[in-house]
């Protein structure tokens, strides 16, 4: 079992910067962070794996980055230039197996942590 809790969501103005924050209970070979907007599918954001490899959504390249701390089992996500569409509910994921960047690989999940950006 693989325990998730998020933090560091909030509201920014467009331009900005925040850095969520996902401390892990358990081991996980990969993790990673997918968003949610109202009415919409949740989509993968960025993912890490175990030898700490990176993939990136779209939508968030250059802007986004990821990063784990293995001594402390916390995984990172730095936002940068945050746009309005960046504004979702942003889910920390885990898995033991193989881990692409889409939802259904994922067994593990946060509560998720609310981020706002205004125009």
């Known amino acids: 079992q693989v325990q998730l809790v998020e933090s560091g969501g909030g509201s920014v103005q467009a331009g900005g910067s925040l850095r969520l924050s996902c401390a892990a209970s358990?081991?996980?070979?990969?993790m990673g962070w997918f968003r949610q907007a109202p009415g919409k599918e949740r989509e993968g954001v960025a993912q890490?794996?175990?030898?700490?490899?990176?993939t990136y959504g779209d939508s968030v390249k250059g802007r986004f980055t990821i990063s784990k701390d293995n001594a402390k089992n916390t995984l990172y996500l730095q936002m940068n230039s945050l746009k309005s569409e960046d504004t979702a509910m942003y889910y920390c994921?885990?898995?033991?197996?193989?881990?692409?960047?889409?939802?259904?690989?994922?067994?593990?999940w946060g509560q998720g942590t609310q981020v706002t950006v205004s125009s």
């Open positions: 994921a885990a898995d033991r197996g193989w881990c692409p960047l889409r939802p259904s690989a994922y067994n593990y």
């Open positions: 358990g081991y996980a070979s990969c």
């Open positions: 890490i794996d175990r030898d700490g490899s990176t």
